[in-house]
């Protein structure tokens, strides 16, 4: 069934007051629940009541305390005759944590009880109008064996605790902020916590404490820290103060997704917590430290502010996206944060809007809300924010995210609610810039201009169109804000007057289709850089003369622009390769392009971490897309290594002697200079093991290393430039040893041996797969072995022969029936098919349908399938 936006309807009956007790037991658990039920307004007398329920056994139900009639099922509670005032509720259900593999609702990982209910886990529990609109005060009793579980922990406040007969203890818990049924949580479990403290604005104390499982507590000090720095900023920022006198965090080993806002409560994949200079890379420092403020600010956006339906998830994922994005920026470099944000959304969410699974940031219809928790609404949704802020100016937007957490505080709201907000705070209409939120396809804009020396001017015509997409054929122009600056011969900045409503303060407001500007008193052709700052998600086709480029990617004063010109430099020298030889010979005309190279690495002026991201060539995912039909991803393979090549040949050397500058015996520390610092050393020592033909570099830095983020990335050189070598055996071996009893960095190593490319890779990722480390029913192992082979290794799982596609198809035939929504995550990787050559398009149609066949496909993935299917 399609569950459609048009059809909301409010719920029959809200639950004003819920009191659940637990007693854990790990295949019997039984839930009782105390509800306070009552109609809601304008619901009729005698209307039934109709309760979710996903597996549950009903154990006992009564009404105002008496046994009542009903039809139960395992997936819905019906009672035909309530009354028509407020009554109580006691249902009392059995679960068993132990079998729920599919990590939904209350499941064990790792001997610990946890629980994940967004978006439906809560009718895993009881039977409950799951959905929400409807909000509840929750109070919880948990009871469990002192000794499997002495840490018992829920949402909102601690209430009483105290042991029970026969080795049993309980703990209270109260929550006085109302919440939907997808933010309840519980842990349990012989789980250790480390505690702080943070005073809020106002002067209140609240506890911290971030719980791993036992023997992990020394690797929480880097969470401790990001969680106090995202509430102190929270409150600068947006004045956002925490409203409760605990905070907790859980990092558990078997988790869905990344983390979950849970009141008070959030639970965290583990591998988004545990960091030690030994243990975690650079990037797992700047993932978690994004990734807890993520979800702290949620705690506002999310949960003081709920969504009313779940096609209002963009309502707090994109606008907490956008949220954890502007910390980042602010904790570190906000050019280089940008850069790594521009590479996600085109990596992830381009390839998504321009393929069959292409939905709106606010989508219409579903058959499985599971599927939209998408890079659309999370990543696109942030950058549509990013552009409200631009359309109406920063003063209207910090007044308008005011007004929205006043006027909205206590809600259930939508996505028209929060752009009411922002147009009575900007005085203008919205009404162009909300299709952004409701057509799918990522628009195409079209640039061109003439330059008249006569009358010197400057001439820009702009043109839009969004291609079709998934049941939308005909788009209407959107309002595309268009950053832009003209530069000067000598590299100044030229002062551009405001020409009207659509050229304003450096940014043009691309509304119709087509649009025409003219820059006046342009003694000479001014140089013009378009789309600064990427003011908009879009495919920008702008035909600028490669001097015009070589010359921004040498001035432009934005450093984010400055790449983004470097970048379509190196992606169209790429393509052209790839077009004209099939990789094998370089484009003509690189040379200016090629020594940029050498200038930019040695260019001390610049911070490390963004000559690291200039050195780093396109992704080789975003060369596919960019080919749009017929892809031959070995042809782009050989396209990339050709230009890699062609920078290695013309610098080797000198990257060699920067290189040998930059290795550091400091200790380790994660501050983003040190950082930048590495980023850049493993760039270089990349170019370097290949001019020199040899892992010799790379093997001593492994050797003399004293953290994870040169081990892992020393390794990885290895792995991808020299996979046969003495070296790289030896490296892979002491590795092994080291960490083979650490499953999070034995994903690093799942994660290499899936990437290297060639036509023997679903070969190697299957002998990976008979390795003890590789566990199926652990999500962490699945992305790090399968999700990076489909995702991250273009010639490997593109094998014409479709060993690579049957190679997916397999592990989601065995996943799907444990755990639906990792096996229609990964089924998701099957998504740019239809972009390849015509024998690769049919190896995967085949897979594809051959995989529909298999009995019993959960409905998340036939719901993948059917539509990267039609
Ligand atoms: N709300 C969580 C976050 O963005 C994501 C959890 C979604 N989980 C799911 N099973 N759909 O932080
Ligand atoms: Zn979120």
Redesign the pocket.
């Known amino acids: 069934t399609t569950v459609k936006l048009s059809n909301y309807a409010p719920a029959a009956y809200l639950v004003p007051a819920i009191d659940l007790t637990f007693r854990l037991d790990p295949k019997r658990t039984i839930v009782r629940a105390v509800m306070q039920v009552r109609p809601n307004l304008g619901t009729p007398p005698g209307t039934e009541l109709v309760f979710d329920g996903d597996g549950v056994e009903m154990l006992d139900l009564k009404l105002n305390g008496e046994p009542i009639e009903a039809k139960t099922s395992p997936d819905e509670l019906r009672i035909e005759n309530v009354p028509h005032e407020a009554f109580t509720l006691e249902i009392e259900t059995a679960i068993d944590p132990e079998a729920n593999l599919a990590l939904s609702g209350l499941y064990r990982s790792n001997g610990v009880y946890c629980t994940q209910c967004e978006a439906e886990g809560f009718r895993r529990i009881t039977y409950f109008p799951d959905r929400p609109d409807v909000l509840s005060v929750y109070s919880v009793r948990i009871e469990a064996l002192a000794d499997q579980a002495p840490v018992l922990l829920s949402n909102g406040n601690p209430g009483e605790s105290g042991a029970l007969e026969a080795g049993w203890h309980f703990a209270e818990w109260h929550d006085p902020w109302p919440k939907p049924s997808y933010l309840f949580a519980l842990v349990g479990g012989d789980i250790v916590g480390s505690f702080d403290t943070f005073t809020t604005m106002s002067g209140r104390t609240v506890d911290l404490g971030v719980y791993v499982e036992r023997g992990k507590e020394d690797r929480t000090g880097w969470a401790v820290d990001s969680l106090k720095r995202s509430m102190k900023w929270d409150e600068e920022t947006f004045g956002r103060e925490y409203d409760l006198d605990v905070f907790n965090i859980v990092a558990v080993s078997d988790f869905n997704m990344g983390a979950m806002?849970n009141k008070g409560l959030n639970i965290f994949n583990d591998k988004y917590i545990l960091a030690d200079p030994q243990t975690a890379t650079d990037v797992d420092y700047a993932n978690i430290e994004t990734i807890i403020a993520?979800?702290y600010f949620?705690n506002w956006t999310?949960n003081r502010i709920t969504c009313r339906d779940w096609f209002q998830l963009c309502l707090?994922?994109g606008l907490?996206?956008y949220r954890d994005h502007e910390f980042s920026a602010d904790m570190r470099s906000r050019p280089v944060t940008r850069i790594a944000e521009v590479r996600t959304l085109k990596v992830a969410q381009f390839p998504e809007d321009a393929g069959p699974l292409a939905h709106p940031v606010r989508p219409t219809s579903y058959r499985e809300i599971n599927n939209f928790y998408t890079a659309t609404v999370?990543e696109k949704g942030s950058e549509v924010i990013r552009m409200l802020r631009i359309v109406i100016g920063e003063k209207a937007f910090q007044s308008g995210m005011a007004l929205y957490f006043d006027r909205h505080d206590g809600d259930a709201a939508t996505i028209e609610d929060f752009l009411t907000c922002f147009e009575e705070a900007s005085g203008r209409s919205l009404s162009q810039f909300a299709l952004w939120y409701h057509q799918a396809g990522t628009p195409q804009v079209t640039a061109q201009t003439a330059y008249d020396e006569q009358a010197q001017t400057l001439t820009l015509t702009l043109e839009q169109s969004t291609p079709p997409t998934p049941e939308q054929n005909e788009k209407e122009p959107v309002h595309i804000p268009i950053s832009f600056a003209l530069f000067g011969a000598g590299g100044e900045e030229l002062a551009v007057p405001n020409q009207s409503e659509a050229v304003r303060d450096n940014v043009i407001h691309l509304t119709d289709r087509e649009m025409t500007i003219e820059f006046q008193e342009m003694e000479n052709r001014p140089v013009l850089s378009l789309l600064r700052g990427f003011s908009a998600p879009i495919n920008l086709n702008f035909d600028q003369p490669i001097e015009d480029r070589i010359f921004l990617a040498r001035h432009e004063g934005d450093l984010y622009t400055r790449w983004q010109a470097l970048d379509r430099l190196a992606t169209d020298a790429i393509i052209s390769s790839y077009r004209d030889s099939g990789g094998e010979q370089l484009a003509s005309g690189t040379d200016a392009l090629l020594d940029l190279y050498g200038e930019m690495a040695a260019d001390e002026r610049l911070d490390t971490a963004w000559r690291a991201l200039a050195l780093s060539l396109p992704n080789e995912t975003t060369l596919v897309r960019e080919i749009e039909r017929n892809a031959n991803p070995d042809a782009i393979h050989k396209a990339r290594e050709t230009f890699f090549h062609a920078i290695t040949s013309r610098h080797g050397e000198a990257f060699g002697i920067l290189y040998e500058s930059l290795v550091s015996n400091e200790p380790y520390s994660p501050d983003p200079q040190s950082a930048g610092r590495r980023a850049l050393e493993l760039a270089l020592l990349d170019y370097c093991t290949m001019a020199e033909n040899s892992g010799e570099r790379a093997k001593k830095l492994f050797d003399e290393a004293d953290n994870m983020t040169e081990r892992a990335g020393t390794l990885e050189v290895l792995m991808l430039r020299r996979p046969a070598s003495q070296e790289t055996a030896a490296a892979r071996a002491t590795f092994e040893e080291r960490y083979g009893s650490n499953p999070l960095i034995m994903d690093k190593l799942l994660g290499m041996v899936a990437k290297i490319p060639g036509s023997d890779a679903p070969e190697r990722v299957r002998a990976a797969m008979t390795h003890p480390n590789y566990v199926e029913t652990n999500p962490n192992r699945v992305r790090a072995l399968i999700g990076s082979f489909a995702a991250g290794n273009p010639t490997g799982f593109h094998q014409p022969d479709g060993t690579g596609y049957r190679l997916l198809a397999e592990v989601i035939g065995r996943v799907a029936t444990r755990n639906p929504q990792l096996a229609a995550r990964m089924a998701t990787h099957f998504r740019s098919w239809k972009g390849m050559d015509s024998t690769r398009r049919e190896a995967a149609h085949q897979t594809l349908l051959e995989l529909r066949k298999t009995s019993g496909l959960p409905l998340d993935v036939r719901d993948i399938l059917d539509r990267t299917l039609s």
């Open positions: 806002e993520h979800e949620h999310g707090k994922e907490t996206v999370y």
